[in-house]
Nanobody, 125 residues
Framework: QLQLVESGGGVVQPGGSLRLSCRAS????????IGWFRQAPGKEREGVSC????????YYADSVKGRFTISTDNAQNTVYLQMNSLNPEDTAVYYC??????????????????WGQGTQVTVSS
């Protein structure tokens, strides 16, 4: 079974940057899409960014477009989320999730069947 482990969360000041990592084990990600989602206290889970590892197509929520970048390291079976110009509204638990690329719907959780445990990102002065 595909297992995902996130890392890279932490506390950062407004305007700062963090890079989240999502390392997969159990299967190669070649035929998967990886999504980053976040959930802040009292809010619904939001799809932040997704990438089809096979063809490189990607998606960004309007709230992060131009600030966040998703990328892959196929040799390491890892997907990254580079987050720049962070603001307090980005504070949330960030999760990565995986699903077969032909089943997922970018921007939603549809088709994402394997989830990591989450990593906390706090943006505060």
């Amino acid at each position: 079974q595909l297992q995902l482990v996130e890392s890279g969360g932490g506390v950062v000041q407004p305007g700062g940057s963090l890079r989240l990592s999502c390392r997969a084990s159990g299967y190669s990600l070649d035929y998967y899409a990886i999504g980053w989602f976040r959930q802040a206290p009292g809010k619904e889970r939001e799809g932040v960014s997704c990438i089809d590892v096979g063809d490189g197509s990607d998606y960004y929520a309007d709230s992060v477009k131009g600030r966040f970048t998703i990328s892959t390291d196929n040799a390491q079976n890892t997907v990254y989320l580079q987050m720049n110009s962070l603001n307090p509204e980005d504070t949330a638990v960030y999760y990565c999730a995986a699903g077969p690329s032909w089943t997922v719907v970018f921007g939603t959780s549809i088709g994402f069947s394997s989830w990591g445990q989450g990593t906390q990102v706090t943006v505060s002065s």
